[in-house]
């Protein structure tokens, strides 16, 4: 069974860090995109930070010079890490990514980590 497992959420004040990972595990050929988002209650979910699996990011501009993603193919794991966290990064964040499984691509959503940053 194919599944990503978040890991790293938590509480911290705001100026602090905290790091997120995403591994893949199951039968995968390979890993293309994977990124994060994050929802807070009532709102849409939302792009946080994206990266190919040539290693291109991108980000929205409200985390931009704050958040840097990265990834390891070899593990199949997507990182977040998040620096000068701020009250308004609260939300829960998720992990995507588009593996390849017995030669189709899906697409795939963690169970969701909660990130709060108290003022």
């Known amino acids: 069974q194919v599944q990503l497992v978040e890991s790293g959420g938590g509480t911290v004040q705001a100026g602090g860090s905290l790091r997120l990972s995403c591994a893949a595990s199951?039968?995968?050929?390979?890993?293309?995109?994977m990124g994060w988002y994050r929802q807070v209650p009532g709102n849409q979910r939302e792009l946080v930070a994206a990266?190919?699996?040539?290693?291109?990011?991108n980000y929205a501009d409200s985390v931009k010079g704050r958040f840097t993603i990265s990834r390891d193919n070899a593990k199949n794991t997507v990182y977040l890490q998040m620096n000068s966290l701020k009250p308004e990064d609260t939300a829960v964040y998720y992990c995507?990514?588009?593996?390849?499984?017995?030669?189709?691509?899906?697409?795939?959503w963690g169970q969701g980590t909660q990130v709060s940053v108290s003022s």
């Open positions: 990266i190919t699996s040539g290693g291109s990011t």
């Open positions: 199951g039968s995968i050929s390979s890993t293309n995109a």
């Open positions: 995507n990514a588009n593996l390849r499984i017995f030669g189709t691509i899906r697409n795939y």
